[in-house]
């Protein structure tokens, strides 16, 4: 049933590799050795900044001479990589104070209130471990959409909630990591709170989202995924997954199969492939054991667009009776 075709010689493990399937276009970033005399935090392999270094690096083209937005900046690591591509960079954070990067400055924005800048400025919009902060995630995807240009990039990374070992820690105990810590919590939760910086209170990992939610709402709001990047396998989703694998593939198989004889408005044709990409992602051994979820989607339409599309193709309320 999958689409899924693994490049010859591609073990689960951190080796440069492809996956290729209908829809989706998968990659493995390769490793990169530093030459710095001291590690620095981009240059650990087990740092999600690691893994957006390499994919930047390797794709330089893409970003030079193009203007980039890093929203949340942080500290200004992945701004100053940019910047060494040769981007145009415009950094963005709830708390500015801690970006430190010579030659480049960071306003202060929230993403749920909007970031200061015209409609479709960017070429591309980078969101490193935001998306599980933000209490509004499709009101951020809108943004997103605003501000990007037809055809640009959208580069979201976040905690993967769909490996195997975070699904196991949600069954146990509704947390992100089994045995190593409580659930979300207002103890535990607030990061940061300090009025003389901002108003805002800065949640943790209260909103985080695994590959299936996140997919769905870039389609709601105009995007479509263009390959999901891997960076390193989990221990534990590796040691669960040739237990877990065979029900996870009849399970989504059998889901597949009764909801598309299942009768509904939108044509059969869009259903046929909605539910194969989403039974494609549930079902990628990689998906399931990767440590982050990284990737890049493309602007495929404006908002309107994607209203319009959708009033076309679903009933109202009154009429599904």
């Not at 990067?101 to 924005?109: D, I």
Request: aromatic letters at 12%.
């Amino acid at each position: 049933m999958s689409h899924f075709r693994f490049a010859a010689g591609s073990p689960l493990r951190r080796k440069r590799s492809t996956i290729e399937n209908r829809q989706l276009n998968i990659s493995q970033t390769a490793p990169l050795t530093s030459k710095r005399p001291q590690m620095q935090y981009e240059d650990n392999t087990n740092s999600i900044k690691y893994h957006v270094k390499l994919f930047i690096r390797q794709n330089q083209l893409k970003f030079k001479d193009k203007v980039v937005i890093d929203a949340p900046a942080g500290a200004g690591v992945t701004s100053r990589i940019l910047k060494e591509a040769g981007a145009v960079v415009h950094a963005y954070d709830l708390f500015p104070e801690y970006f430190k990067v010579n030659g480049l400055t960071c306003e202060r924005a929230n993403i749920m209130e909007g970031i200061p800048v015209a409609d479709n400025f960017a070429d591309v919009l980078v969101c490193q471990e935001g998306i599980e902060h933000f209490s509004d995630q499709y009101r951020a995807f809108q943004e997103f959409n605003r501000i990007i240009k037809e055809n640009g990039s959208l580069l979201i990374t976040t905690p993967n909630y769909s490996n195997l070992q975070s699904r196991l820690s949600h069954f146990l105990f509704e947390t992100e990591y089994f045995l190593k810590m409580m659930p979300a919590n207002e103890a535990d939760s607030v990061w940061m709170a300090d009025p003389s910086l901002s108003s805002e209170i800065y949640l943790g990992h209260i909103f985080l989202i695994g590959i299936q939610r996140l997919r769905l709402l870039a389609k709601l709001s105009g995007f479509k995924i263009k390959r999901i990047i891997f960076t390193y396998p989990k221990t534990t989703s590796l040691v669960l997954l040739p237990f877990a694998f065979p029900f996870i593939w009849l399970a989504s198989w059998l889901t597949y199969r009764k909801s598309i004889r299942e009768p509904s408005s939108p044509p059969m044709a869009l259903r046929r492939q909605v539910y194969r990409e989403i039974m494609q992602l549930n079902t990628s051994a990689r998906i399931l054991v990767d440590k982050y979820l990284f990737v890049e989607f493309e602007k495929e339409a404006q908002l309107e667009t994607v209203r319009s599309r959708l009033h076309s193709q679903h009933r109202t309320f009154d009429r599904m009776s």
